[in-house]
């Protein structure tokens, strides 16, 4: 990693005090933010405030995907865009997921144990 912003003395705009370094999670995603211990004000860390609507952007996307037959299963692929985002996020690093039959018409893949497993800093 290189220099990172947060790693400077960054004084709150309306108090003149050092911010101090904090963690934010919003819908499970961890932001690295800052916060004036006086007044409350907070700044969120600009590279995870782009990696968060990248986040939102995939959340809420209908992907079409094919459904192949394999032996005697069935494989569907995990959309690139899906795959390479969770990597950035170091929090797939396992082949293993949970596969839920949910309910009629709906299946879900279910990556939260390696999410916690993860690096989240
Ligand atoms: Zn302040």
Redesign the pocket.
């Known amino acids: 990693m290189t220099n990172d912003i947060f790693d400077n003395t960054i004084l709150?705009?309306?108090?003149d005090?050092k911010?101090n370094k904090t963690n934010l999670s919003k819908n499970g995603f961890v932001f690295r933010a800052i916060v004036?211990p006086?007044?409350?004000?907070k700044i969120i860390h600009p590279a995870d405030e782009s990696e968060y609507d990248k986040f939102i952007n995939l959340e809420n996307k209908e992907f079409h995907v094919k459904m192949r037959l394999v032996g005697n299963s069935y494989a569907v692929s995990i959309p690139k865009e899906i795959v390479s985002f969770m990597q950035e996020q170091e929090k797939l690093m396992d082949d293993m997921v949970r596969l839920c039959f949910e309910d009629f018409g709906r299946l879900s893949l279910n990556f939260d144990e390696l999410k916690n497993k993860g690096k989240i800093k």
Not at 38 to 41: E, P
């Open positions: 709150c705009k309306k108090c005090i911010m004036c006086k007044c409350g004000d």
